[in-house]
């Protein structure tokens, strides 16, 4: 495929740019710049306002004239970033300006759906719908309900349609205002299916009065002709449909209608009982007592329900449950062996407390539940019409379908097909898979001419095998992609669409090792065509209006640097639209004509730029929100840099942050043997922070500058697990989280030592959440790889931690004990020798106090020395009171001064 070239013009502009700011640096003391302020640790960690509240979230207004944004709320005392408060600022102006009260209910939220003509916007706002004309720019109110109305869409006829509470969708003439009930669900079962079972239960009494008594058969019959004629009422027009009965064991988790309102798809599970999580208590509260609430649960004890998706019929009357049992893979288990080896460790367990009970233990449920929650599938088979069931055969039964989760369904312009996403709950495989009901929608019978009434009348006394409910809504079952992974999916790479006017389907996959852009044709069975290549990142893509474009970000130039591209779909031709280094993101305008970018760099925080959809154009930079005081700081511009590694053919990308001057402060005991480091670890494990980008870790990037001034040379690794380096960078860790990271921190002290004379006996290490479990991890297993660590909410015990992350990884603690004790800290605690600090919120209700409460013990009952827990009565996992940051980083650099740099 061609690339087109970065235009002249922009390299002419940004090198002027750069020209421009060497002069003023040069010029500086001539016009009196003030000196650079020197770095303390109280304004690092005070309330963030002075940084100068960065645009948060912006998109487009309606119009394509101006952009909204949010930022934090700034009060008294400083900063409230639990508070957002939105911004509005016109193209051809250069300040933004706060909205109040009465003006935001005249603004559109980020998220609405325009009708093909272009004519009408909708969106929903605290649960209920507006519409604004494109034409007029005029916005009225829908609906004004206590229920809520979510999702809207516009069905073909022009109607909006919305989705009432959970279990409802509705349809509104937007001229008439008319309100059409399209579908209800009801987690009931079918009365009259109810009732024939229970005829069929009568019993002998019952069954004689029948024979001998003529007029209770005669009764029966007219109750059955009053009912199918109020059912023929009911489907006129004045009337609205009946819910459909979809199982009082069942939960409906899901509902989306068609363009042209005759079909819908629910998403529905079986009813799990109520678990509760586990308890956190609150020691300081207006009340002045300990309260208790429940937070989430742990890995294993409460696992999500298999889904099953129903096509309703508004034509036919039928419902039909999906039968996707032999999807690719579906029916093997990737963790049979796994399963195999916990039903022996069972048996040996219940053989060595009773030998009698060895033979008669099941194999081991995950969160003592039944294995592999099956219950799904056996609903599931149940709800299928007798006319499915397949026949007994003397053949070996299949193994069962491993249950799945089922994404929003989207739907095609005319409704006759639906594409879905759908992932196994074990998230070793993803699929995606259109259903087409093409054959189904397609209009062959001539037009009825008959009125409303006499229609109705007389369909239904027609017999009953003349009638359309024998047409089944089964749909051409076809799959786009399926993707398999032995570690887990990457659902951070999961995004869907179908371009306009063409209803092709793109999508992203890691399926080639790194996400990248697919593109599949909404007929035939040729497989989906990969449009970008390399060993790079592709994400957030978006569609033209037109359809002739994709548009995505991408870090082809560079792990750490995306910038935003567009592929012209004739042509496969990949452009590149920005050129402006650092980290890019981007949101295209509803007129299609410019990109709103929110851009930065490693010592500027995002701010927005404006540029045109020309390949190369020249971007004009929309916000200047970074205070003057941030800027007086000479902040240490941390390098990119490639550190080597010992255990794989692939350098780890590392933020470098170098000493510009002599330490300031007492003098360096040491100073002779060696510079002084520390090595930060971030968080998330998933997460990428050695990127040219402004980091979220921006408290710690402030306080690397300050480590520079005391004479540390600071290294911030994005070790194995990170993000943005593929599939097999992230799942290096898996069944053994904590030991590849550590031996790329290992890697990274050689760096150290041999590029930057640091003494090897005087490394520090940090870090918070997954950064604390592998300062832990470093200092029980690694015992002279650090002179001293803090670890900072850190996870201890991953048996502990939530469902969602730890089983993609570890799988869950009853299937895979070995994988949680490998790799959880308080297993390796005995090997602690150097000082530690340990500091957590005990309102963390992500990794929870507990973690930390239960490694003190284990510390204690060891016997160690040199270490300390400072705890943090009022704070969550994120610190929110400087009070408590300061504290906290306090502590770190004292240890550091003491135990690192041998300064009192």
Known sequence: MRRLPIRPNLRRTLGITILLSLL?????????????????????????????????????????????????????????PRINELYQQSLNESRARLLDPAELRDVDPARSVVDTDQRNRAYERN???????????????????????????????????????????????????????????????????????????????????????????????????????????????????????????????????????????????????????TKMPTYISSSADIEVRDVRSKVGTSPQAGQRLVVLDRVSGQQLVLDLDELPTRREDPLAELRKAAKEREKARKESADPKDADSGEAVSEGKTKDDGQEASKEATEAVPATQAKKTSSKPAKPKPRDIQFSQPQWSDDGTFAVVQARSNDNKDRWIIQLDWSELLADTSQPDTRSEDAALLEDAAKPEVSKPKDTKPEPKVRVIHHQHDPAWINWSFRDLGLLPGSNQIFFLSEASGYSHLYIAAKKGDKAARQLTHGDFVVDSPQASADGSFIYFTSSELHPGRT???????????????????????????????????????????????????????????????VSDEFRRYDWVEPQIVKVPSSYHDRSIYSRLYLPQTEPIGPADAQAGSGRPAVVFVHGAGYLQNSHFGWSGYFREFMFHTLLTQHGYVVLDMDYRASKGYGRDWRTAIYRQMGWPEV?????????????????????????????????????????????????????????????????NILNTPELDPEAYQKSSPIEFAEGLTKPLLIATGMLDNNVFFQDSVRLVQKLIELGKEDWEIAIYPIEPHGFREPSSWLDEYRRIFKLFEREVRGVD
């Open 24 to 80: 003023l640096l040069v010029a500086s003391p001539i016009l009196g710049q003030e000196a650079a302020q020197e770095v303390t640790l109280e304004r690092i960690m005070s309330h963030q306002e002075w940084l100068g509240r960065e645009p948060q979230r912006p998109y487009w207004n309606w119009d394509s004239r101006s952009v909204l944004f949010f930022r934090a709320h700034a009060t008294v005392d400083g900063v409230d």
């Open 127 to 277: 649960g209920d719908l507006f519409v604004r004309s494109l034409e007029t720019g005029v916005a009225r109110q829908l609906t004004k309900t206590s229920d809520r109305e979510s999702r809207p869409f516009f069905l073909a006829d022009g109607r909006l349609g919305y989705q009432r509470g959970r279990n409802a969708i509705y349809a509104r003439d937007l001229i008439t205002g008319l309100e059409e009930q399209l579908f209800a669900g009801a987690s009931t079962d079918d009365p009259e299916a109810a009732e024939a079972k229970k005829r069929a239960g009568r019993d002998y009494i019952a069954r004689e009065e029948e024979r001998l008594v003529g007029w209770v058969s005669a009764d029966a019959e007219r109750q059955r002709l009053h009912a199918e004629r109020d059912q023929a009422i009911a489907l006129g027009s004045e009337r609205a449909d009946q819910p459909w009965h979809l199982g009082a064991k069942t939960e409906i988790q899901g509902m989306s209608a068609s363009p042209n309102g005759r079909l819908a798809l629910v998403t529905l599970a079986n009813k799990s009982p109520d678990r509760s999580g």
């Open 563 to 625: 910038e935003v591209y567009r592929v012209e779909l004739a042509s496969r031709e990949i452009q590149q639209m920005t050129d402006l280094g650092g980290q890019n993101s981007y949101t295209l305008s509803p007129n299609a004509a410019q990109l709103l970018i929110q851009h930065s760099t490693t010592t500027v925080p995002p701010e927005l730029f404006v540029q045109e959809v020309t390949p190369g154009g020249a971007p004009r930079q929309f916000t200047h929100t």
């Open 743 to 807: 031996e790329d921190l290992e890697d990274g002290v050689d760096y150290l030592v041999s590029n930057h004379g640091v003494d090897r006996d005087r490394i520090g290490v940090y870090g918070g959440s997954y950064g604390g479990f592998l300062a832990f991890m470093s200092l029980f297993n690694k015992p002279d790889l650090f002179a001293a660590g803090a670890a900072l909410r850190p996870v201890t015990d991953w048996a502990h931690y939530n469902h969602g992350y730890t089983s």
